[in-house]
């Protein structure tokens, strides 16, 4: 253990961002990179990229007058936009070039990630988008604390909320930072404030729509440039799955072992565990659960699910064909490998997915493809940033600090400021996190929203014998839990402070803390006799008539 | 007040109405048991991948192709199968009783 991480350490207990300097082996973080060449054709088109969303941006900043505006884009979203916007929050840069290259490295284990990240929607749809949608209006707190106390619930939301927010930003910027080394040949630092400025600008002013929109347009680039990589892989083998396999199995290290599952997963206690962790994980995430209020009604909430889970879906397989296209189109060429029959590639494995983009389109192509790799990354930490600002401004700011008698000015002009700081803080985090694992990230990030703010919600929609009480006890404790058996795990505990042994002895903990959660949350909230309990239980019926029939829902994010 | 007291006439009518308790329940039996086919699928997924190597890894038809493939991708595919199936019924059925319920509630 080294004073460094010490330190490190302590000056993230002193953000109150509850210090978790830890690395887990995710598979899907982008590591350190090498700095590669200047490459103008990707500089070109990602500020062609820029250009287009300043211009929606200065757009939606004139058509923003309201705080249903900046928050959820007046609910004007349809169903299908929001799908495409859905899709462009959650397919990271990390999981298009991490899963690629997962796959390029051991094949078939790529799957276990994808079709993890893919199963949550399902869940959402069945259980929480149109509840969500019939009972909240700006944020998920708005909905945990329907019928409940609004200060101790929200500030519990919006503790759990800004904890993913920030960690999630650490990861995007990181991950910035390196690709614009690699992709782009420019400074690490360059590409951290690049990506700080222009996600303020995006969310300070155009809100809502304008996040949409960068996410909406972002989609279909990201999406298009895969399938077009797809495209060029399957012509060259014919469209013939088995002679591309053929050819992957020949010409890789591991031969046949690609086509199985491999060391991935052995212990069932961690796949378990891992599986709930992707499943529910992303049913708690707060920049996710934001995006069903920009549209108008459940009907079209419930659309924006099958949408997005088609085109998620869609991606993922897209990403195993790329996977499988590298093995046997740039593993094959000395032009991109470091030596001859091993796996290495320039600039790391990372680069699969790049590199493919070279082989089948040429610099051109690779500079499209860089560029965005890129708009991907702002488009996330777009949506990031303004769900945390609205956590500060909406939850914090507006329902606790001012209890109710803020002005809906006041309220979007600190949600400005929110983000604004966001960005501030995102920018300094991501130059201090420069040379730190941040694969832990994932682990944190979904473990909390799988157990603490997924718990909360889903109690606070189902159960009528919830109290204030049993759901703040029981948030924290899946907060509390989730957090605290991250940093006793290995990726913490071992990789960054440097322990011999993790006292935590599961990667992912959701196996015990999700349970625990709702446990606790039920428990707790039965055993509440206050009066504020009983006044409370006695306003489920009411929740549950709007929850189910959207009545009283129409005029929520009133235009 | 007045808005306070019509809104609790509306919800007495809403409780009251068959068709109430109907879509709850119907919507309610529906979406559990949709989540719990998910996860079924899921999870026996991630089982036999972790206690299902040598069956995942067997040749589908002769070739290189492993069994594993199919199942993985149909793992994707019944996900967005399944939200399909919930979609369909919800904007129609669903939607439908909602909107009579809310209708003679007024």
Redesign the interface.
Known sequence: MNYKKLALAALLAVCGTLAATAAFAAGADLGNAQKQETNWHAIVMFVIFVGITLGITYWAAKKNKTAADFYAAGGGITGFQNGLAIAGDYMSAASFLGISALVYGSGFDGLIFSVGWLVGWPIILFLIAERLRNLGKYTFADVASYRLAQGPVRIFSATGALIVVIFYLIGQMVGAGQLIKLLFGLDYLMAVIVVGALMMVYVTFGGMTATTWVQIIKACMLLGGATFIALGVLSNFGFSFEALFTKAVEVHPKKGAIMAPGSLVTNPVDAISLGLTLMFGTAGLPHILMRFFTVPNAKEARKSVFYATGFIGYFYILTFIIGFGAITMVLTNPEYIITAGKLDLKGGNNMAAVWLAHAIGGNLFLGFISAVAFATILAVVSGLTLAGASAISHDLYASVFARGRSTEGTEVMVSKFASLGLGVIAVILGVIFEKQNVAFIVALTFSIAASATFPVLVMSMFSKSLTTRGAVIGGYIGLVGSVGCVILSKVVWVSSFGFKDPIFPFVYPTLFTMPAAFLACYVFSIMDNSERGQKERAAYPAQAIRSETGLGAEGAAAH | MKQAQHCQV??DK??ANPK?QE??KK?TAF??T??VV??A???G???L???G??F??QSLSG????V??PI??G???S??A???I??RR??TEF?EL?RQ??EE?R
Not at chain 2, 63 to 66: E, K, L, M, N, R
């Open positions: 509306t919800h809403i409780t109430f879509l709850v919507r979406s559990w949709l989540s998910m996860l699928i899921y999870f997924f991630i089982l991948i972790a206690y190597k040598s995942l890894g070739g290189v192709t492993t594993g493939f993985g991708v793992v994707i595919l996900a967005i399944l939200t399909g919930y979609v919800a904007n939607d909602n319920i809310l509630a």
